[in-house]
């Protein structure tokens, strides 16, 4: 029995080493339920070796994962009842209607009929799929296919989805659809675990992520907890001035937690050290001497911009 409290993917220690390459090296990382989390890298990096591993397709070197509490290596038919996997390259077959297709699948699922019926009816409505019952697979959009994967993963209704980069291929509205789908799908409860080498595809829509290049983890958990890593406490305001000033740089100064100060006409750009619930300090400061301002932005990383300091930047 497992409790909830389990992380739905625990990977320890994972290695895979093919004949003369290392494609995934001693890698550990959790994953907890009800997430959207993205797995990151570029390509060759190992993704899709961890995740077959995952799917129980792989058996690994060394090292191990649980899916729900069950080991891939030794109760590979648990992991896959409990999962849906979807590879990276999905053919569809041809001559079938999406509705057969569907149902074929449902067979193979070995449900019982009224389960069966249910369940594809379930997965027809939730990826919008219903006008499409009587269209031949090979005819659909990649977007449509893309879709038609992701309701057959769905059909045994598993709490967990294992995505291998999903979007890729996919035009601009297809890809915002499918993260609808995906947002969803996280909504019912379920969680979703995705990987792509293309950071913008998921930088809106992951709650965390592990980042991993040439079989070697180099952050994980959510972009807050990796940005707070990566630079420590600093973070960088902007601030527009309502009037040029020459104090504000030795006014800022005075405060210990200030860094660096960058003074451009009206705009004042700062790191700041200390903890959020002191930067009062630095508007007190500037309003003690009537400096007004009208704006202040706080600057965040985006994943993209931590990507690009974790890695050697090949990715996209
Ligand atoms: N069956 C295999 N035999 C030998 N090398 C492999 C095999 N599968 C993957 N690799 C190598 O392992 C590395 C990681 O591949 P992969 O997991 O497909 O990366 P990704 O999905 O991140 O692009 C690559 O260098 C790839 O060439
Ligand atoms: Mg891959």
């Not at 969680?191 to 983890?217: A, N, P, R, Y």
């Amino acid at each position: 029995m497992s409790l909830v409290s389990t992380p739905i993917i625990q990977v320890r220690d994972l290695t895979m080493r093919f004949a003369k390459k290392e494609a995934v090296s001693a890698i550990s990382f959790d994953v907890p339920r009800g997430v959207i989390h993205g797995f990151i890298g570029p390509n060759g990096a190992g993704k899709t070796t961890t995740i077959r591993i995952l799917a129980s397709l792989l058996v690994p070197t060394s090292g191990g994962a649980w899916i729900d509490g069950a080991n891939v290596v030794t109760e590979p038919e648990e992991v896959r009842r409990r999962l849906g996997y979807m590879p990276d390259y999905v053919g569809v077959y041809e001559g079938l209607s999406v509705q057969e297709y569907l149902d074929f699948f449902a067979l193979a699922h070995r449900l019982a009929p009224a389960r069966r019926r249910a369940s594809v009816a379930d997965v027809i409505e939730l990826t919008d799929l219903g006008n499409l019952l009587e269209t031949e697979v090979h005819v659909l959009s990649k977007g449509m296919r893309q879709r038609l994967c992701l309701a057959q993963t769905l059909l045994h209704e598993p709490d967990l989805l294992i995505l291998d980069e999903p979007a890729s291929g996919l035009d601009p509205r297809a890809r915002i659809e499918f993260r609808g789908l995906l947002t969803e799908l996280r909504r019912l409860g379920k969680t979703v675990f995705l990987s792509s080498h293309i950071l913008s595809e998921l930088s809106s829509i992951c709650d965390s992520v592990s980042i991993i290049e040439k079989g070697v983890l180099l952050a994980d958990g959510s972009i807050e907890e990796i940005q707070m890593r990566l630079r420590g406490a600093t973070v960088a305001y902007e601030v527009t001035l309502l009037e040029e000033s020459t104090e504000v740089e030795s006014i800022l100064r005075e405060i210990p937690q200030v860094g660096s100060v960058l003074l451009e006409g009206r705009k004042l750009r700062f790191d700041w050290d200390g903890e959020d619930a002191l930067i009062h300090q630095v508007w007190g400061a500037l309003a003690a001497r009537k400096i007004a301002f009208t704006g202040v932005r706080r600057e965040e990383d985006d994943l993209e911009s931590l990507f690009m300091s974790l890695t050697s930047g090949e990715v996209q």
